[in-house]
């Protein structure tokens, strides 16, 4: 169970070279490195500041290398000027990115933790967000990238485990981004940060040292806003992003043991802002169900945004309500994370709902 | 021989730790270990441990401070002066800050305020009259030019909303204000945003936005990437007393001091946000003490007076360009105006109040009493600049409000850099339920293309 036993990282050559997907990037015959998930963020940050003498990458701590250690070694390699520290504030942090994007430069902000990006909100949305369509394309402020990380650790209760993706998917003018894994969070930040819009990037804490793969050490891009489907199924779909795609995976195991000829069709949205309906909506239409799981409470959470959208178009094909399985309306417990979270065994349950219908 | 104490008050750096280290392997009643910071600010290198007899303190959070025996608590410091250099009638008050400008130059500023006077006039009323939705006038305020007119033409500016001055200086024409306000479809802005969120690029001045005071920390990341192109050029940001409240005021400024930005930072400290008056903004010395709060270089000027105003940008841009660090400029004037055409400021501030001010300390006749003093402007001048700014004035408005709003599409453009999926959904939903509705949504208003 859980991301160290999971199928889905490409631990070794052998299963890069296997990977169809990667086939589909052009990424199976490049050159490996292994990988976890912070070494393969701190490598395409390398990359983007080598390449793109424009860019700086700047927030709390992150001259020393950061405190998941992400930013290790940039400052060292590209000097102070370019990778440095800011006081401690996210507002601050925020308007003094989308000011450096304005200039045409290329602003890698990090914001400590995802529950601590509220301060930020307002520069976010009501500047970062608008910055382009308000001013008739004069300015913009595409060259922003915000990167966080956020969602459970096991440890983090309130104000450590946060995934607040939901308070910026209803913001026109952003990007959003979570990926679930090492080779993802590489190519899909390198991809955000050239990106010609302000992007969040959320990225799940409790990955960056459990995560591990063959990373190709080289500069590649993974498409935003085109969601992945990881595993071929018939019978559900199954959509998740960030490290709720481990749950799903071993709840799809599960299931699959115990309903021998059901298969599930495993998405992974990566973008949750523009998403990609019609990857979803196509497979609902061939699965008749759907599931969809995220860390984040449930109510007015992403998920439903999703359900409404797939109901509107495949609506006659559906067989079963579609489930959402998210965290409590409750705000992030400590001792009682266990029941908060949408683990293998509720996602488990639910799946099994929309298939007994 | 110094004495090891007199050594680490004035040293810093690898010199002090040199030093220090050479002191604590003589000593050995002390093991004094000693470290540098890595910050490339001027940091003195501290020790761990120092004897209680030490006046400097040395903790690393204290830049300067001595020990005191006293238990006093500071509550303000002597008021911040503020910088003049004409008295009310435009009389010089020091022949040694005579400003060096020429004719043409002090002409073409007066002229711009005798303009910017007008437009405003003449668009208040039209909002009045249902012809454009809303509009904010500078009066009593058109001295900002002055600071304008001592920037170079590219430094970057970020305002609030009260700078059409600023604009009017860059030579922002009066079509060009007149299209923003109408919405029409030359407004570079596309109709997107409410009249007076004026922006452009070619002049280097940022979009206006509502919310107030976002721009300061972007004012401070701007000048850090203008640091870094290295063109010696600066960024100005402007913001009113009110707004220096919000949160943005304190990370943008304590982030272009950390950080080493060139930007100024302009307070119009007109003494009321809406109907708010500065001694419910604040209880401190204006927004000027706050400036040495944060170690920036901080002066207050008189802010009806264009030549203080000239005099402490130009000095301001000097600073910000030459040693890579931020500037407070706070000008302290009298908001004649309502806060806006929202607002009839006689619901908290007696007419009579306004009128005092105006006739008191009018900037305009400042500018113009000092020009006369020049022998550069007759009596009788204004007249006819003002009479013409008005004719100019109402041609640009009659022909910005004849022109069609910008084309439908313009309303899905540019949300992202390319149009996404769901965006070209809504937007095809839109134009069928407009051809089905042509008269429901007056779709004549708009240009076809």
């Known amino acids: 169970m859980g991301v160290s036993n999971s199928q889905l990282l490409h631990r070794t050559v052998a299963a890069v070279q296997r990977s169809s997907n990667l086939k589909t990037l052009g990424l199976s015959e490049h050159e490996t490195q292994k990988m976890n998930m912070c070494q393969a963020i701190n490598d395409a940050m390398r990359i983007v500041l080598a390449t ?10 992150v001259a020393f290398g950061g405190v998941f250690r992400c930013t290790v070694g940039l400052s060292d390699e590209f000097g102070r000027e370019r990778v440095f520290n800011t006081p401690l504030t996210e507002q601050g942090i925020a308007g003094f990115g989308i000011g450096l994007a304005s200039m045409g430069q290329t602003a890698v902000a990090e914001i400590q933790f995802a529950d601590y990006v509220f301060p930020a909100f307002d520069q976010i949305v009501n500047e970062a967000a608008k910055f382009r369509y308000r001013s008739g394309g004069e300015f913009n402020a595409g060259g922003l990238t915000i990167r966080t990380p956020c969602s459970a650790v096991g440890h983090g209760g309130h104000y450590h485990s946060q995934s607040p993706e939901a308070f910026f998917a209803h913001v026109p003018g952003l990007r959003v ?77 599960m299931i699959e043991r115990d309903f021998p000829g059901v298969s599930c069709e495993l998405i992974d949205l990566q973008t949750i802002l523009p998403y990609d309906a019609e990857t979803v909506a196509r497979s609902v ?73 | 021989m110094s004495s090891p104490l007199s050594l680490l008050q004035r040293g810093a750096g690898k010199r002090l730790t040199r030093t220090v280290l050479s002191c604590s392997t003589a000593s050995k009643s002390h093991t004094l270990r000693t470290f540098s910071c890595a910050s490339p600010s001027k940091h003195t290198a501290f020790s761990a441990s120092q004897p209680a007899a030490r006046k400097k303190v040395m903790f ?222 604040y209880r401190g010395d204006g927004i000027a003490s706050r400036g040495i709060g944060y170690g920036i270089d901080t002066i207050r000027v008189d802010g009806n007076d264009v030549w203080a105003i000239f005099a402490a940008t130009k000095a301001a841009r000097k600073i910000a360009v030459e040693q890579n660090k931020p500037v407070l400029i706070e000008a302290m004037t009298y908001r004649v105006s309502h806060h806006s055409t929202s607002d009839d400021s006689s619901a908290y501030r007696s007419k009579k109040e306004v009128e005092d001010w105006s006739k008191r300390d009018n900037p305009i006749s400042r500018m113009r009493n000092w020009m006369e003093n020049k022998g550069w402007w007759m009596k009788g001048e204004d007249a006819e600049i003002t009479k013409s700014a008005k004719a100019r004035v109402l041609e640009a408005f009659a022909a910005a409000e004849r022109l069609k709003k910008p084309a439908i599409h313009h309303l899905f453009d540019e949300v992202y850099a390319e149009l996404p999926p769901e965006l070209q959904r809504e937007k095809a939903d839109i134009e069928a339920l407009a051809r089905k509705y042509p008269d429901y949504y007056q779709v004549n208003e708009f240009a076809r293309s």
């Open chain 1, 285 to 357: 239409n061939k699965t008749g169900r759907l599931v969809v799981a995220h860390e984040a409470p449930r109510t007015q959470g992403f998920a439903a945004e999703l359900a409404a959208e797939i109901q509107e178009r495949c609506f006659l094909r559906l067989e079963s309500p579609i489930e959402r399985v998210c965290g409590l309306f409750v705000p992030h417990p400590l001792v009682f994370e266990r029941f908060y979270m949408p683990c293998a065994v509720r996602t488990y349950e639910a799946i099994k709902r929309s298939l007994t219908f």
């Open chain 1, 52 to 61: 793109d003498e424009t860019a700086v990458v700047f927030g709390e701590d």
């Open chain 2, 60 to 281: 690393p959070g204290a830049l300067n401070s001595e020990y005191s025996h006293e238990l006093k608590f500071v509550s303000s410091v002597e008021s911040i002066q503020t910088y003049q250099v004409m008295d009310s009638n435009g009389s010089v008050l020091d022949p040694a800050h005579e400003p060096q400008v020429s004719k043409e130059e002090a002409k073409a500023m007066y002229r711009n305020m005798l303009t910017l006077n007008a437009m405003d006039q003449i668009l208040y009323e039209a909002q009045r009259q249902g012809r454009i939705s809303f509009y904010m006038t500078s009066f009593g305020e058109e001295a900002l030019i002055g600071s304008a007119a001592a920037l170079n033409p590219k430094d970057l500016v970020f305002g609030q909303y009260r700078e059409a001055g600023v604009l009017l200086q860059r030579g922002f024409t009066l079509e060009q204000f007149m299209n923003q306000c109408f919405s029409n479809e030359r407004d570079l802005g596309k109709g997107r945003q409410m009249p007076i969120h004026y922006g452009t690029k070619e002049l280097c001045f940022q979009t206006i936005s509502s919310p107030l005071a976002t721009q300061i920390p972007q004012a401070a990341g701007a000048a850090y990437g203008m640091r870094r192109d290295g063109n010696k050029l600066c960024t100005i940001c402007y913001f009113g007393e009110g707004a220096a409240s919000e949160g943005d005021f304190h990370a943008g400024l304590n982030m272009a001091a950390t950080l080493g930005c060139p930007v100024i930072f302009y307070c119009r400290n007109n003494g009321y946000a809406i109907s708010t008056p500065s001694i419910e903004q």
């Open chain 1, 177 to 253: 981004v979570m990926p679930r894994s090492p080779i993802q969070a590489k190519g899909l930040l390198l991809a955000a940060i050239r990106d010609q819009n302000p992007v969040v990037f959320f990225e799940p804490k409790i990955l960056y040292r459990s995560a591990v793969e063959q990373v190709p050490v080289g500069d590649y891009t993974i498409p935003l806003s085109q969601a992945e489907i990881l595993k071929p199924g018939d019978n559900v779909t199954v959509v998740g992003y960030g490290a709720q795609i481990y749950a799903l995976e071993n709840a799809i195991q």
